[in-house]
T-cell receptor, first 114, second 116 residues
Framework: AQSVAQPEDQVNVAEGNPLTVKCTYSVSGNPYLFWYVQYPNRGLQFLLK??????LVKGSYGFEAEFNKSQTSFHLKKPSALVSDSALYFCAVRDDNYGQNFVFGPGTRLSVLP | NAGVMQNPRHLVRRRGQEARLRCSPMKGHSHVYWYRQLPEEGLKFMVY????????ESGMPKERFSAEFPKEGPSILRIQQVVRGDSAAYFC??????????????FGEGSRLTVL
């Protein structure tokens, strides 16, 4: 079975500082990994994905994520946080052994303080 | 190019009534997913459909909930005899027909159900 963990419910960071939102996963086949962001009362917006190739993936709004196979992690990062980055972030995994189903993590609430 | 359209955005029902939530996928998409998000919680998978077929309903409660995606028209998530615990945001997502597992999902803005 596939699963996703986001060990931190909440991450606080000062504006201008680097941010990291953590994600670890468990799959039986090859993982396809995704990050989404949700602003209040909105749907989820796609940020970036890892399918294969370079372990460092760049996405929207200056975000990037690093795939680490040995640690089964896919942490989301940004070099300099903005107050407008404050939102709920979801990591998701798809396992090529399980067809089309996505599994989402519980979400991490990011607060960027001015 | 319209995105995933969900309606109604907000729905209020009294206990025992029925709720119907609609989802029109993006143009060219024939895979639809429904997720439920309880207040201050993550997304829970409910059901995955292709046109006229339910592919995976492992996340659907066994009673009162049903979903369909007819050949014509939107996908519908139906909740009969609603209870207060059904109050949540229900999100629809779509992906392209014959999509590979590497493709991302595209989400609607959600339908927020409140049961009084």
């Amino acid at each position: 079975a596939q699963s996703v963990a986001q060990p931190e419910d909440q991450v606080n960071v000062a504006e201008g500082n680097p941010l990291t939102v953590k994600c670890t996963y468990s799959v039986s086949g090859n993982p396809y990994l995704f990050w989404y962001v949700q602003y209040p009362n909105r749907g989820l917006q796609f940020l970036l994905k890892y399918i294969t190739g370079d372990n460092l993936v760049k996405g929207s709004y200056g975000f990037e994520a690093e795939f680490n196979k040995s640690q089964t992690s896919f942490h989301l990062k940004k070099p300099s946080a903005l107050v407008s980055d404050s939102a709920l972030y979801f990591c998701a995994v798809r396992d090529d052994n399980y067809g089309q189903n996505f599994v989402f993590g519980p979400g991490t609430r990011l607060s960027v303080l001015p | 190019n319209a995105g995933v359209m969900q309606n109604p955005r907000h729905l209020v029902r009294r206990r025992g009534q029925e709720a119907r939530l609609r989802c029109s996928p993006m143009k060219g998409h024939s895979h639809v997913y429904w997720y439920r998000q309880l207040p201050e919680e993550g997304l829970k998978f409910m059901v995955y459909l292709q046109k006229e077929n339910i592919i995976d309903e492992s996340g659907m409660p066994k009673e009162r909930f049903s979903a369909e995606f007819p050949k014509e028209g939107p996908s519908i998530l139906r909740i009969q005899q609603v209870v207060r615990g059904d109050s949540a945001a229900y999100f629809c997502a779509s992906s392209p027909s014959r999509g590979s597992p590497t493709g991302e999902l595209f989400f609607g803005e959600g339908s927020r159900l409140t049961v009084l």
